[in-house]
T-cell receptor, first 114, second 115 residues
Framework: DSGVTQTPKHLITATGQRVTLRCSPR?????VYWYQQSLDQGLQFLIQYYNGEERAKGNILERFSAQQFPDLHSELNLSSLELGDSALYFC?????????????FGQGTRLTVV | AQSVAQPEDQVNVAEGNPLTVKCTYSVSGNPYLFWYVQYPNRGLQFLLKYITGDNLVKGSYGFEAEFNKSQTSFHLKKPSALVSDSALYFCAVRDSSGSARQLTFGSGTQLTVLP
């Protein structure tokens, strides 16, 4: 158990809908990262937050947004969903945003868009 | 920009034999390298990391990795493979230059250990 909790584990929704994925980082970790894992794109970095503020942005679509709350949990919002958004979405957390700090991953949310 | 290549999609090895999963990287500054393992329907688990110092890094579950700066490689190794090592393995890198702090992952290598 990594200590990173993601909910829900599975989500099935229709095209055009909006969903929210939730992540609770390890106790004390200030950084939260979101990744998307799909068969054709591999593991893609979406966005990072550190202590409530956006730190880095990757290949995140404009239809997607995220935030980190004062209690450090994070939410990833996906809207106007398309079939191609079906993927496994991972949250990871780490302590100080140092170069030598490994990230710890949650078990992921499997999103299926039908 | 930082990048990682895992040239083999699939590696098969017999139980008890040594295994190697290959990784090469590209960065502008100094590399910080990581290996993760993913079991079916699970998240990624951290195995080991290279920061500085010894080129041979030891990690969890008997795995080790060899850093080679001239070949820009960071291959994962284990002297004697177990069937339970069968999983998807990811190499990742952080670049010391620039402001990016996220891990960039390779495409993954599926390791199958045959009994």
């Amino acid at each position: 158990d990594s200590g990173v909790t993601q909910t829900p584990k599975h989500l099935i929704t229709a095209t055009g809908q909006r969903v929210t994925l939730r992540c609770s980082p390890r106790s004390g970790d200030l950084s939260v990262y979101w990744y998307q894992q799909s068969l054709d794109q591999g593991l893609q970095f979406l966005i990072q937050y550190y202590n409530g503020e956006e730190r880095a942005k990757g290949n995140i679509l404009e239809r997607f947004s995220a935030q980190q709350f004062p209690d450090l949990h994070s939410e990833l919002n996906l809207s106007s969903l398309e079939l191609g958004d079906s993927a496994l979405y991972f949250c990871a957390s780490s302590g100080k945003p140092g170069l030598n700090t490994e990230a710890f991953f949650g078990q992921g949310t499997r999103l299926t868009v039908v | 920009a930082q990048s990682v290549a895992q040239p083999e999609d699939q590696v098969n090895v017999a139980e008890g034999n040594p295994l190697t999963v290959k990784c090469t990287y590209s960065v502008s500054g100094n590399p910080y390298l990581f290996w993760y393992v993913q079991y079916p329907n699970r998240g990624l688990q951290f195995l080991l990391k290279y920061i500085t110092g010894d080129n041979l890094v030891k990690g969890s579950y008997g795995f080790e990795a060899e850093f080679n700066k001239s070949q820009t490689s960071f291959h994962l190794k284990k002297p004697s493979a177990l069937v339970s090592d069968s999983a998807l393995y990811f190499c990742a890198v952080r670049d010391s230059s620039g402001s990016a702090r996220q891990l960039t992952f390779g495409s993954g290598t599926q390791l199958t250990v045959l009994p």
